[in-house]
């Protein structure tokens, strides 16, 4: 069953990524006048920033610090490539309690010089490497699940059955999953996996946006809710059904509105988020 339209705004995240011209400062002074709750942090934004003053200038003007944006990138044929890949999550992870982040989103990687098997195997002993950091921190980590046309260099987990195995596997509470609708809504198992995990309540993060077609670019050019195919609706009604009430993410790449007006670009976000979401 479709969720019902959404009447405000104190739902509403918007990833960095999403108005990539705008400074962490602007994006936050934007947000902050157009009304946005939440604001996911993508790390570049960081560089070269006192990161704890940061998160405390995003809440001072009154929105969330949902999450951090990404770690992962565990696969690789050498392991000396898989030791800096452990090194740099474990910095995310003190990055994320810097800015006061609950979360870190992981895109899990995947090398294509080897087999999918052997990537997955590798991103399952990379997150067990961190979690005691994760422990420490009372930092979540989030396994998104990629669309398949990036299994070969950006995420060997391409379905949320994949996901849900590989936390099965680990079995932590610290570790769960992000349902973003761009890579998961083909999936005929979509609503069964979300169901799944539900069960298990390990829904950390719901990320929006849709799907273009036909689609100009793989990586940079997403659309707006209810420019595309994706039944946004429906599926946060299989998400809200599993007991999700957290933000709604909206994580859009496109060089098309990267190129536009970011003030122009963020109220047609308000708007497709009440009117598709």
Not at 181 to 198: F, N, T
Not at 233 to 242: A, T
Not at 252 to 273: C, G, M, P, T, V
Request: negative net charge; proline residues 5%; contains cysteine.
């Amino acid at each position: 069953m479709s969720a019902t339209p959404l009447t405000d705004f104190s739902r509403l995240c918007v990833h960095t990524i999403t108005t990539k011209p705008w400074s962490i400062e602007e994006a936050t002074e934007k947000y902050a006048e157009a009304g946005v709750a939440g604001m996911t942090v993508w790390r570049q934004w960081l560089d070269g920033r006192d990161i704890a003053a940061t998160g405390e200038r995003i809440r001072a003007a009154g929105i969330d610090v949902v999450s951090l944006c990404r770690g992962g990138f565990f696969p690789a044929t050498d392991p000396i490539d898989r030791a800096t890949a452990i090194d740099d999550n474990l910095l995310a992870i003190d990055e994320a309690e810097a800015l006061g982040a609950p979360l870190i989103v992981l895109v899990c990687g995947a090398d294509p010089g080897q087999p999918l098997e052997a990537s997955r195997d590798q991103i399952l002993r990379g997150i067990e490497a961190v979690l005691p950091r994760c422990e420490e921190t009372n930092i979540k980590l989030a396994i998104e699940p990629l669309h398949p046309m990036y299994a070969d260099t950006r995420s060997a987990v391409n379905t949320l059955r994949t996901a849900n195995d590989m936390c099965d596997k680990i079995n932590h509470p610290l570790l769960g999953v992000t349902i973003d609708v761009y890579h998961l809504w083909w999936d005929p198992e979509l609503k069964e996996q979300i169901e799944r995990c539900g069960q298990a309540g390990r829904i950390f993060s719901y990320h929006v946006c849709d799907w273009r077609s036909p689609t100009e670019d793989m990586l940079n050019d997403r659309g707006l809710m209810g420019e595309g195919c994706i039944d946004n609706r429906l599926i946060r009604g299989w998400v809200e059904e599993q007991g999700f009430t957290g933000p709604i993410e909206v994580e859009i790449f496109s060089n098309r509105y990267w190129e536009s007006d970011q003030n122009e670009f963020l109220e047609k976000i308000k708007q497709a988020y009440l009117d598709c979401t």
